[in-house]
């Protein structure tokens, strides 16, 4: 690979932040077509009732009221599907219910959508409305898994009356039965992944359009990939081809995966569009987004570790149990089982059985959130293996060790069917230890106890897949004035994908950032597009814009070949333009845009690569924190990562990507906690009972990079925007469980550590003594 000012290893500074900072970002709210009208839902006020709608002429009659809709009036129409259905145990596939645009007589969460209402303007849609007549008639909620489990509140669906969505497993259980019968020591613990509400900065919002000429949809909103989006909403909902149906995603402002997913408000706005003959809008606020969007995590888990004498691991049992809400969003049944692929983690488990179920509760549906079942399955190992650590009295990095799949033992295929290509996790460790000033760790405890406080160092390993799954196309086109356009599939929502794919492109044409445009979320210029998920947008993406760019260039240099009179061997690219080798004779790609010779097919070539297998990063993260037992605050005083993925195209978009990250995993490791009482009813739905970590939260984070290069990228990258994610809670809670188990001998303690909890789980215990310890 040839070095280049533009292209893959430079800290380029991202070419849209200037746009996005200043305050010129155009996102859907943004958006205003002429004579647009605007869109308000009701919601339920109940977590489970039923209800009956009443006289609406009144409401429809109301200023500026354009149209009302309810369940009868969208019927016709498709519900929103899920697209990846769980197989039960014995191969049965589980029963789907229905999500319908508007709940039919029974709502089962609070926020349910009941009726959508269009208007002039956005207070006469909201006061509309809040002025439909609804009968309502509360019953028992199903809160929690405990609660679904208990059968007491009844059932959320009368289909599925245990209230188990599905029950599947994954592994050998007659190995891990024999693993567990032959272990000189077995170690269990209980473990909560407590649910997060996703609270990206840009709230959802979406534009509707209808043309009664060519009898199509225009749909504008904030998305993950633009068209999956078509996809379902022409296909399962609307029911109409494709190409009758245009969506257009502007800049976004986070997504964390629940963009990807198809929520009701979106085939709404076009069903109202079509029958009002405007365009309808509808935006959320952040109230709104609390109590209708799919939420994250929320899992259950007992999990049993088989030991040796020596401490080497022999198996793993696990029994995982997911809280589905009250329907089934786009991918929930998978994330868990996803995440159970991933459980045997950096280390060598001969035998490992999961079992996985699903429960329907009355609350907000679940579904991916950062890392999709990943950042579960690495809190659920690196716990279990500290704890294991802790109970058999050997130290917790020496277990690790013990047990890492080596190097040498690569490609690795776990016993959950995962085959991990490269990865040297030991080296990751010592480095980060070392990075973290590990040794000096007893020194800083000394000086914390001095002032009456509590210090912890925790550390957590991790794996994860990520970057596989289908191919992506990227087309490169050379522009008149010698720019080149991008098109791909792909979708930033604050990645930073115009710089990255420019680098690729100035990798192989030798160009400035500021002469590359990238064209992403059109579904009526851009061809396919896999949409941005899994961390899947570089490696794949980029592979593709990689090829794409190679194929151009020999184009170009065919073209130049003529008007040079060389051979295309005696030819280079440099400065965006063909150079005759030694010499001073070129043509700039602009001439060569307007050359005789030139058409549009050689001015433009594509490349779709499709990864043969995931790629496999990994790291290692160390976190040090302290607290005050008058207080139970915890405070992370230091943050080191040494992370393997594989090259790095950009050492400031990946540090980037790996803070976020980080920050998200602090969040829900310390502060957030999403609380449904008995009711059903959402006690954590605002800013003001919900702690997202704030700026003070988050310390100067230590981050480097020890590389293995991928075998299955054609990069040799490895995806890098859920790592942070990953690795980052089970690092924070083993290093506040250290803290507790220090000073008072605890061992465990659920996430989020909040003060209440800490101090909660202080004066359960006698504080120990040093000499104790």
């Not at 009898?215 to 993950?224: K, M, P």
Request: charged residues 20%; glycine residues 12%.
């Amino acid at each position: 690979m040839r070095p280049t000012k533009f292209g893959i290893g430079q800290p380029a500074r991202r070419t849209e932040d200037p746009r996005l900072v200043t305050g010129q970002g155009r996102y859907t709210d943004d958006i205003l077509p002429e004579g647009c009208r605007y869109a308000a839902l009701m919601r339920s006020p109940h977590a489970h009732a039923r209800f009956e709608v009443g006289d609406l002429a009144p409401v429809r009659a109301m200023p500026g009221v354009r149209l009302v809709l309810v369940h009868a009036d969208v019927s016709g129409y498709g519900d929103l599907p899920c697209g990846a259905p769980a197989k039960h145990s014995d191969g049965s596939t589980m029963t789907l219910p229905a999500y319908p645009l508007l709940a039919d007589g029974v709502v089962r969460h609070v926020g349910d959508a009941v009726a959508f209402v269009v208007a002039d303007t956005p207070a006469q849609a909201r006061d509309a409305a809040d002025s439909i007549p609804v009968q309502w008639e509360p019953e028992h909620a199903v809160v929690g898994i405990t609660g679904a489990e208990s059968g007491a509140a009844g059932a959320v669906w009368p289909e599925v009356a245990d209230n188990v969505a599905f029950d599947t497993e994954l592994g050998d259980s007659a190995a891990a039965a024999a693993a567990f019968a032959r272990a000189d020591r077995t170690v269990s613990l209980g473990l909560v992944n407590n649910r997060l509400v996703t609270n990206y900065m840009e709230a959802r919002a979406c534009i509707g359009e209808y043309d009664p000429g060519s009898q199509g949809w225009t749909l504008t909103l904030g998305s993950q990939g633009a068209h999956g989006i078509r996809d379902v909403l022409a296909g399962a909902i609307l029911k109409v081809d494709p190409e009758r149906v245009r969506v257009l995603t502007p800049d976004v402002g986070g997504g964390f995966g629940t963009k990807l997913f198809m929520f009701r408000e979106y085939p709404l706005c076009c069903i109202a569009a079509e029958r009002t003959g405007a365009p309808v809008r509808w935006t959320s606020d952040r109230s709104e987004h609390f109590v209708a969007d799919a939420q994250g995590r929320d899992n259950l888990v007992t999990a049993e570790l088989a030991l040796d004498a020596e401490g080497r691991f022999l198996g793993l049992r696990i029994d995982l149990k997911a809280d589905m809400g009250g329907y089934l969003s786009a991918y929930a049944p998978y994330i868990p089982t996803l995440g159970a692929e991933m459980a045997p983690g950096v280390y060598h488990i001969p035998a490992v059985h999961v079992r996985i179920r699903g429960y329907y509760t009355h609350t907000l549906p679940v579904d991916a959130y950062r890392g999709a079942g990943r950042p579960e399955a690495a809190y659920l190992i690196e716990r279990l293996v500290e704890y294991a650590a802790t109970e058999i009295g050997m130290d917790p990095q020496a277990l690790r060790a013990l047990n890492f799949i080596q190097p040498g033992q690569m490609p690795y295929r776990t016993a959950t069917g995962k085959v991990y290509d490269t990865g040297d996790f030991a080296g990751t460790m010592r480095l980060a230890q070392e990075r973290a000033d590990w040794a000096g760790f007893p020194a800083r405890r000394d000086e914390a106890a001095r002032r009456g406080c509590h210090r912890g160092i925790g550390l957590a390993t991790y794996v994860e897949a990520c970057a596989g799954g289908g191919g992506e196309r990227a087309l490169v086109r050379l522009d008149a004035d010698g720019g080149v356009t991008v098109l791909i599939g792909t979708q930033s929502s604050g990645q930073g994908h115009e710089t990255a794919y420019a680098q690729l492109v100035g990798q192989e044409l030798d160009l400035p950032p500021e002469r590359i445009r990238v064209v992403q979320g059109d579904t009526s210029a851009i061809r396919t597009g896999g949409g941005t998920g899994g961390s899947r947008s570089i490696p794949v993406g980029g592979a593709s814009v990689t090829g794409a760019s190679k194929r151009l260039a020999e184009q170009l240099k065919l073209l130049a070949s003529d008007a040079l009179e060389a051979g295309i061997a005696d030819l280079e690219i440099v400065d965006g333009a063909v150079r005759v080798v030694g010499t001073d004779r070129s043509a700039s790609f602009s001439d060569l845009a307007a050359s005789a010779g030139s058409t549009p097919e050689k001015l433009e070539a594509d490349d779709t690569w499709t990864p043969p297998e995931a790629t496999y990063p990994n790291g290692t993260h160390v976190c040090e924190v302290e607290f005050d037992p008058d207080l139970g605050e915890v405070e992370v005083k230091s943050y080191v990562v040494v992370d393997d993925f594989g090259v790095t195209l950009n050492p400031l978009l990946l540090a980037g990507q790996v803070h976020g990250g980080i920050a998200q995993g602090i969040g829900q490791a310390l502060h957030e906690r999403t609380v449904y009482d008995t009711s059903g009813q959402l006690v954590t739905a605002s800013f003001m009972d919900y702690r997202l970590p704030r700026a003070a939260d988050i310390p100067d984070i230590r981050f480097e990079t020890r590389n293995v290069p991928s075998t299955t990228n054609a990069l040799g990258m490895k995806g890098a925007g859920e790592a942070g994610a990953i690795g980052s809670c089970p690092a924070v809670m083993n290093a506040v469980v250290d803290a507790l188990r220090h000073g008072y001998g605890i061992r465990h303690i659920d996430m989020p550590a909040t003060p209440d909890a800490i101090r909660a789980a202080i004066r359960q215990v006698p504080p120990l003594s040093i000499a104790a310890e």
